[in-house]
């Protein structure tokens, strides 16, 4: 039997093109909208950027630039592509969309990416041959950029991020999540793979925790996207490179720094997990973000990402430290106007505990199947209900499920 339903959340809204909107139910839709005709990029006189950076080329060059940036966030995209020797790109509703341009030659590729880049940040390109940057545009938002070389010159990618973090009512998150801002210690992950969203709901919990609690925010990110201010909280935001030599050698330092909340961007390695297991058993609340595609393979790689003599400890300290995981996906309305979140929601529960540290967490799946009074469910039931809704269509759903057969 299928997991009873959970209540209803909050209608799916547009936020930039970035990551839109979870929604398990859905409340009544009006019928969609036929397609729109794909906008195109057209440039046209702008007032001028107030970049976040020192400039270091010609302005013309930089203008252009920002134009680029500034037009494809008008778009609505999610991101803009410079590619050697073809036309500008844009992902539009998870679509990469070329542009009525012409090619771009190697070298104005390079000039335009060196316009916006520090000093130091060409000397690392240079040394490197590829970087991870943060880019600004005041009353646009924020780019996280890659830049790298390859056999026909140098490309680079920018990932348009709003200039306001959105909220979780915007991106339609259900509030059962709200339980997950009010732990004191613990950690909770975000999932999925690049493009997700996964970054911006976590943002967005932690907005929640910046309006309505006291404490010290402390971000550890590669580059830093969203932007906090100071509400309630004392927010510490560092980046990778320009303010600490790694995440883990930031995570060191952190638990010398007193804070009450860390974030952070990724944890790529054993050293980063290790060091997070250990802030969220001593008493910090530990948001990060991982690259898994469920709740039950984000225990697991967790697990398995140390030496099999490490593992039962492991077990136990995970059983006492998770608090939740939210995986999710970006998924295509029919009509392909718009993309939305279809999500798989796991709240630690001691029955959830008890079968990490029991090394049983294929069982898990049952709980996340039935306990949806409990704020669970699975990302089959979030994909079926969209398709009952006729929001997504079959093919599109079957992209993502775990059990195919369940749509008939």
């Known amino acids: 039997m299928g997991a009873p339903a959970p209540a209803p959340l909050a209608a799916p809204r547009s936020m930039g093109g970035i990551s839109v909107l979870p929604s398990i139910p859905l409340p009544p839709q009006p019928p969609l909208a036929p397609p729109e005709e794909v906008p195109s990029l057209e440039l046209v006189p702008l007032e001028p950027a107030a970049p976040l950076v020192a400039p270091t080329a010609n302005a013309s060059t930089r203008d252009e630039m920002d134009n680029l940036l500034r037009a494809a966030a008008g778009m609505f995209a999610s991101d803009l ?20 341009t012409q090619p771009f030659p190697a070298q104005h590729v390079e000039a335009l990416v060196r316009a916006i880049l520090t000093p130091v940040q060409q000397a690392r390109l240079d040394d490197a041959g590829e970087l991870d940057f943060a880019y600004g545009i005041s009353g646009v938002g924020r780019f996280r950029a890659n830049v790298y070389r390859h056999q026909r010159g140098m490309d680079a990618t920018f ?16 509030p059962a999540l709200q339980a997950l801002t009010k ?36 971000t550890i990110e590669d580059p830093i996207e969203y932007v906090h201010r100071p509400i309630k909280c004392s927010v510490n935001q560092r980046q990778v490179g320009p303010h600490t030599e790694s995440f883990a050698r930031a995570l060191k330092g952190a638990l010398r720094e007193d804070p009450d909340v860390i974030v952070i961007g990724e944890m790529r390695d054993l050293e980063t997990i290790s060091l997070a297991l250990s802030a969220a058993e001593t008493g910090h609340l530990v948001l990060a973000t991982l690259h898994t595609s469920n709740a039950i393979r984000t225990v697991n790689r967790i697990i398995n990402a140390f030496p099999p ?17 939210v995986s999710q996906r970006l998924v295509r309305t029919v009509d392909g106007s718009r993309r939305l979140a279809a999500l798989e929601v796991m709240m630690v529960s001691k029955a ?19 306990g949806s009074a409990d704020g669970n469910y699975l990302l089959d039931n979030s994909l079926l209900h969209l398709f009952q809704q006729k929001i997504i269509s079959k093919e599109e759903a079957l992209l993502y499920a775990e059990e195919p057969k369940r749509f008939g």
Request: aromatic share 2%; with cysteine; charged share 15%.
């Open 81 to 100: 592509h410079l590619h050697s020797g073809m036309p500008i790109m844009v992902r539009l509703r998870g679509l990469l969309t070329p542009q009525p």
């Open 309 to 325: 003599s490490q593992q039962d400890q492991v077990r136990a300290m995970l059983s006492e430290s998770l608090r939740g995981v």
């Open 183 to 218: 732990y004191h210690n613990g950690m909770v992950l975000f999932t999925g793979p690049a493009g997700c969203g996964k970054s911006t709901s976590l943002a967005s919990l932690l907005n929640v925790i910046n309006q309505h609690h006291h404490g010290h925010i402390l």
């Open 159 to 174: 990932r348009i991020i709003p200039d306001q973090v959105p909220t979780m009512e915007q991106l339609g998150l259900p």
């Open 352 to 370: 959830v505990g008890n079968l990490i540290r029991e090394n049983k967490t294929l069982q898990i799946r049952s709980i996340l199947q039935t």
